[in-house]
């Protein structure tokens, strides 16, 4: 018989349950704003873009206007929905003082980690799931690829929730939290082809965009819908599993050298 201190331990589902509802709770007393506000900024880009731009540009590509920014749109909301819950979500405990409760409970960091990102994620992808059904109302939405959108869907979405767990980790105060999603990931999706084709842009300014990571998670989603993009839809998956794996690594040494968690 195999001696019990031998026994790999087992995985705590209860803890990582526990810890998704409880964050998926404060998702739910917010609700009605979560599902309002993309429904309304969903609308506005339509009544906007559509009309002052779509009316001059009809296609790109040979994609209607309408329906080209429809990818887009979903990620930046994504991008936005991802980073803010995921490093909220880890914030909050540092800034009430319950995070030495978390790391004192019977649950790994892996197990924490998947509560916490997990959370996040499904979050970003149910707003980024009314954006394409709001997207629907304007204009026809076909998804040339469906599965692999839905794929391509959780891991950029997985990816800036682990992104924003490392940002909540690295702010001092809420002030910082907005910090990078604002002066950084946001300009970076309006700069990365999020509502025009990068082949649009002459050189070297199409050049000097193909060294934004955005374009190309922004162009790898938007071939899941059309078939085609700016980039290549292999070069989009190996950089989006390359900040994936970047965000993953740094978590990992967070909890390794306790990073912030303990101060």
């Given at each position: 018989?195999?001696?019990?201190?031998?026994?790999?331990?087992?995985?705590?589902?209860?803890?990582?349950?526990?810890?998704?509802?409880?964050?998926?709770?404060?998702?739910?007393?917010?609700?009605?704003?979560?599902?309002?506000?993309?429904?309304?900024?969903?609308?506005?880009?339509?009544?906007?873009?559509?009309?002052?731009?779509?009316?001059?540009?009809?296609?790109?590509?040979?994609?209607?206007?309408?329906?080209?920014?429809?990818?887009?749109?979903?990620?930046?909301?994504?991008?936005?929905?991802?980073?803010?819950?995921?490093?909220?979500?880890?914030?909050?405990?540092?800034?009430?003082?319950?995070?030495?409760?978390?790391?004192?409970?019977?649950?790994?960091?892996?197990?924490?980690?998947?509560?916490?990102?997990?959370?996040?994620?499904?979050?970003?992808?149910?707003?980024?799931?009314?954006?394409?059904?709001?997207?629907?109302?304007?204009?026809?939405?076909q998804v040339e690829h469906p599965v692999i959108m839905l794929a391509y869907l959780v891991l950029v979405a997985c990816t800036f929730s682990l992104f924003g767990f490392v940002l909540g980790i690295w702010a001092k105060g809420f002030e910082q939290l907005q910090v990078i999603p604002l002066l950084i990931v946001t300009p970076l999706t309006f700069l990365g082809g999020a509502f025009y084709s990068l082949d649009m842009l002459p050189e070297p300014w199409r050049t000097v965009t193909l060294f934004n990571p955005i374009a190309y998670l922004i162009n790898g989603f938007r071939w899941t819908f059309f078939g085609q993009a700016d980039v290549s839809p292999l070069a989009s998956l190996a950089v989006t599993a390359a900040f994936f794996a970047i965000c993953l690594g740094t978590v990992w040494w967070i909890f390794r050298t306790g990073y912030r968690l303990k101060n």
């Open positions: 018989m195999n001696s019990p201190h031998l026994a790999a331990p087992r995985f705590n589902w209860q803890g990582v349950w526990a810890l998704y509802r409880f964050e998926m709770h404060r998702f739910r007393r917010t609700l009605w704003t979560g599902l309002a506000v993309p429904v309304i900024t969903t609308s506005l880009y339509f009544i906007v873009f559509g009309s002052a731009i779509g009316s001059r540009m009809t296609e790109v590509s040979g994609i209607p206007y309408g329906s080209f920014i429809v990818p887009g749109l979903m990620m930046l909301s994504l991008f936005q929905e991802s980073t803010f819950n995921g490093a909220f979500g880890i914030h909050m405990p540092r800034f009430t003082g319950t995070i030495y409760e978390l790391l004192s409970a019977p649950m790994s960091a892996f197990e924490t980690v998947l509560g916490y990102v997990g959370a996040a994620a499904t979050k970003a992808m149910l707003v980024a799931a009314i954006i394409l059904v709001t997207a629907n109302l304007f204009v026809d939405v």
